[in-house]
């Protein structure tokens, strides 16, 4: 009787995600592509590292003094709950739904996000009109780079802003072992959640020419139309914005797509 044949088991996965997070910030988008038999070549341009200096902390201090604070992402909220309380009488806004909930975990129970998660929808909220912040004091609890038109927009609407950088994004090398492995990748297809320009030109400085070749060959779903347009003007045929920054939710538009 003859024996029934065995499927062959490929090589490699049917398309594989490059994650651009921070060092050792992979992990959810890693298991959303596992999810759906994908894996995950990790190039990480640099790490969070939390301020913890008398500097910072007088500066956070007079930031969520002020009437109205705002949180620019998940590791700004982290890094300044470090350094004290961020329960406060202030407005507590953050510029998407993860740092909202970060706010909440933190004890700000009423913190507010835009539905458009990213700058343009933080500045379209009432409570940054102009009428609002004329002449009042907001904070910015955020990290050097990144976010700048925020501050340069309250500014332009009469309001004093207060920065706080708790923290900050420091360079790393790229993992020669990812790099190997995105070069042996063949032909398969490269999904790429893309949620910063400032990480995507950093890995594409970084790779070796061959390497950068082969990403730009991935197809990138991006946080925002700015942000698709960037990696359009960087070389990638395929780009386009979807309707959430969170990675996993740009993972499952990326897919969505095939």
Same mark, same amino acid.
């Given at each position: 009787m003859p024996h029934a044949s065995t499927p062959?088991?490929?090589?490699?996965?049917?398309?594989?995600?490059?994650? /651009?997070?921070?060092?050792?910030?992979?992990?959810?988008?890693?298991r959303a592509a596992a999810a759906h038999g994908l894996e995950l070549i990790a190039l990480s341009p640099w790490r969070i590292v939390h301020?913890? !200096?008398?500097?910072? %902390?007088?500066?956070?201090?007079?930031?969520?003094?002020?009437?109205?604070?705002?949180?620019?992402?998940?590791?700004?909220?982290?890094?300044?709950s470090a350094l004290m309380p961020l329960t406060a009488a202030g407005l507590r806004l953050a510029v998407g739904a993860g740092s909202c909930a970060a706010l909440r975990a933190a004890g700000v129970a009423d913190a507010v996000a835009p539905e458009r998660e990213d700058s343009e929808g933080l500045l379209a909220m009432p409570q940054l009109a102009t009428g609002e912040v004329r002449g009042r004091t907001v904070g910015l609890v955020t990290a050097p780079? +990144?976010? $700048? %038109?925020?501050?340069?927009?309250? *500014?332009? %609407? $009469?309001?004093?802003?207060?920065?706080? !950088?708790?923290?900050v994004r420091e360079p790393l090398p790229l !993992?020669?072992?990812?790099?190997?492995?995105? /070069?042996?990748? +063949?032909?398969?297809? /490269?999904? &790429?959640?893309?949620?910063? $320009?400032?990480? #995507?030109?950093?890995? &594409? !400085?970084? #790779?070796?020419?061959?390497?950068?070749?082969?990403?730009?060959?991935? %197809?990138?779903? *991006?946080?925002?139309?700015? /942000?698709?347009e960037l990696a359009r003007d960087a070389g990638f045929a395929q780009a386009r914005a979807a309707h959430s920054p969170r990675p996993e939710a740009l993972l499952m538009a990326a897919l969505a797509d095939s």
């Amino acid at each position: 009787m003859p024996h029934a044949s065995t499927p062959a088991v490929p090589d490699r996965p049917a398309s594989y995600v490059i994650s /651009l997070r921070p060092a050792g910030e992979h992990a959810t988008l890693a298991r959303a592509a596992a999810a759906h038999g994908l894996e995950l070549i990790a190039l990480s341009p640099w790490r969070i590292v939390h301020r913890d !200096d008398d500097a910072t %902390r007088a500066a956070l201090a007079t930031a969520l003094a002020a009437p109205l604070a705002i949180f620019t992402s998940p590791p700004a909220v982290a890094a300044a709950s470090a350094l004290m309380p961020l329960t406060a009488a202030g407005l507590r806004l953050a510029v998407g739904a993860g740092s909202c909930a970060a706010l909440r975990a933190a004890g700000v129970a009423d913190a507010v996000a835009p539905e458009r998660e990213d700058s343009e929808g933080l500045l379209a909220m009432p409570q940054l009109a102009t009428g609002e912040v004329r002449g009042r004091t907001v904070g910015l609890v955020t990290a050097p780079g +990144g976010r $700048g %038109r925020i501050a340069a927009e309250l *500014a332009t %609407r $009469g309001a004093r802003v207060v920065r706080a !950088d708790v923290y900050v994004r420091e360079p790393l090398p790229l !993992d020669a072992e990812q790099v190997a492995r995105l /070069l042996a990748t +063949g032909d398969a297809p /490269l999904l &790429l959640p893309l949620t910063s $320009g400032e990480a #995507l030109q950093r890995v &594409l !400085d970084a #790779l070796p020419a061959a390497a950068a070749q082969r990403l730009r060959t991935a %197809r990138v779903v *991006a946080a925002s139309e700015r /942000l698709a347009e960037l990696a359009r003007d960087a070389g990638f045929a395929q780009a386009r914005a979807a309707h959430s920054p969170r990675p996993e939710a740009l993972l499952m538009a990326a897919l969505a797509d095939s």
